[in-house]
């Protein structure tokens, strides 16, 4: 087994034998499975660095077949949800579903992390909202945030289309999924920046509706349900 240190987030764990746990931990490589020996003893305190909800370092014997565990040998925890905030625990309920083998996309790892430094009850909707996009971006359905998905113009852009991104003026789909406003396209437009720009640059106020539309995408095009 080769040993490295990895980044990752616990997503999920379930009693092993007497005192292990097997944890699954999403990283930049895809979702890791690692046994944690002896961490469910009293004198273990190791066990606080696996609360689902932790973002962390961890110090991993890598197995070299996919089938079979990895092995923890110790971590260290840098980020834990508050999961007892409702508007926290709504953004974990979207992280562990699109943390999923199926639906698990490495590329997303990165914005998790930021999120994960950053989430508060009053930005967490936004980082919601900011992740599910990315999440669709990742997924192949959206080509571009910020230009027309037809001319790659980035000048009167009047709609955006889930299946494509953004369009201009000339080549608006006459009937689109949605039709949104200015507001509501500059949180699309936003999302393809840093996490930082996109809180400072869009409009809370409209974030509930993106959300709902994009809740409706993802019932009808994905098993991501929320």
């Known amino acids: 087994m080769a040993e490295k240190i990895i980044k990752g987030i616990v997503i999920d764990r379930f009693n092993f034998r007497d005192f292990d746990l097997i944890v699954s931990l999403a990283t930049n490589f895809g979702v890791i499975k690692m046994v944690a020996r002896g961490v469910r003893r009293p004198t273990s305190k190791n066990i606080y660095i696996l609360n689902p909800g932790c973002l962390g370092e961890f110090e991993i014997f890598l197995a070299r077949y996919s089938n079979k565990l990895s092995k923890l040998k110790k971590g260290e925890c840098f980020f834990n949800l508050d999961l007892n905030d409702k508007k926290i625990y709504a953004f974990w309920k979207l992280v562990s579903q699109i943390t999923r083998e199926t639906n698990f996309v490495p590329k997303i790892f990165p914005i998790l992390e930021q999120s994960f430094a950053k989430i508060n009850s009053k930005n967490a909707d936004a980082i919601k909202v900011y992740t599910i996009i990315n999440w669709i971006k990742f997924n192949g359905w959206i080509a571009n945030l910020t230009r027309c998905r037809v001319c790659k113009t980035n000048q009167r852009l009047i709609n955006f ?47 509930y509706l993106v959300f709902e539309i994009l809740k409706q995408f993802l019932k009808q095009n994905s098993y991501i349900f929320l």
């Open 161 to 207: 289309n889930f299946y494509g991104g953004m369009e201009c003026v000339y080549h608006q789909n006459p009937k689109p999924f949605f039709r949104f406003g200015r507001k509501e396209l500059e949180i699309f437009y936003w999302s393809s920046s840093n996490l930082n720009t996109f809180l400072e640059k869009v409009d809370f106020d409209y974030i």
